[in-house]
């Protein structure tokens, strides 16, 4: 079964920091893998995605994350974090079946920026 | 383009009463979903559509049904609403291989 780990429920980070949120996977065949950002009271945006090429992807806001596949991982980072970044973050694994795809989430991490 | 959008933004129902949560999109996708959120254990799959007229159970479908009658518009129907479906519901929508639009979710409680 296909399964999505944030082992961070919440991540503090200061103004102007680098910032990095954990994400692991497991799935059987090669992963598609995404972000998506939730402010508060709005639904979900897409931030990026890893199908196959370079390991390292950029998305929007400055975001960017790297694919690494000996430690079935898709971390997202940040060089700088403003107080704006707070928001709840999800990364997901896609799915491809012959049915439809189905985007299986992690639980979530909140990240806080601070001043 | 409006994207994703659902009707209502909030409902308050009685536990047996009955309602239908509407998603329609406006981009053509072939996709669509139907997820809860709850706190604490991120989305679930209710229930998704890979086309017009077609369904299928997501990871969590008991209490719910869905329609797919126009490529545009999902439907979520709550026959007998539960205090446990009170929840944050989501619909989505993709083309085929790619990533998923979301709107911007339905408040629901149950009392």
């Known amino acids: 079964a296909q399964s999505v780990a944030q082992p961070e429920d919440q991540v503090n980070v200061a103004e102007g920091n680098p910032l990095t949120v954990k994400c692991t996977y497991s799935v059987s065949g090669n992963p598609y893998l995404f972000w998506y950002v939730q402010y508060p009271n709005r639904g979900l945006q897409f931030l990026l995605k890893?199908?196959?090429?370079?390991?390292l992807v950029k998305g929007s806001y400055g975001f960017e994350a790297e694919f690494n596949k000996s430690q079935t991982s898709f971390h997202l980072k940040k060089p700088s974090a403003l107080v704006s970044d707070s928001a709840l973050y999800f990364c997901?694994?896609?799915?491809?079946?012959?049915?439809?795809?189905?985007?299986?989430f992690g639980t979530g991490t909140q990240l806080k920026v601070e001043l | 383009n409006a994207g994703v959008t659902q009707t209502p933004k909030f409902r308050v129902l009685k536990t047996g009463q009955s309602m239908t949560l509407l998603c329609a999109q406006d981009?053509?996708?072939?996709?669509m979903y139907w997820y809860r959120q709850d706190p604490g254990m991120g989305l679930r799959l209710i229930h998704y559509?890979?086309?017009?007229?077609?369904?299928a159970k997501g990871e969590v479908p008991d209490g719910y049904n869905v329609s797919r009658l126009k490529k545009q518009n999902f439907l979520l129907g709550l026959e007998s609403a539960a205090p446990s479906q009170t929840s944050v519901y989501f619909c989505?929508?993709?083309?085929?291989?790619?990533?998923?639009?979301f709107g911007p979710g339905t408040r629901l409680t149950v009392t």
């Open positions: 890893y199908i196959t090429g370079d390991n």
């Open positions: 559509s890979v086309g017009e007229g077609t369904t």
């Open positions: 981009m053509n996708h072939e996709y």
């Open positions: 989505a929508s993709s083309p085929r291989s790619s990533e998923q639009y």
């Open positions: 997901a694994v896609l799915i491809l079946t012959g049915g439809g795809n189905k985007l299986t």
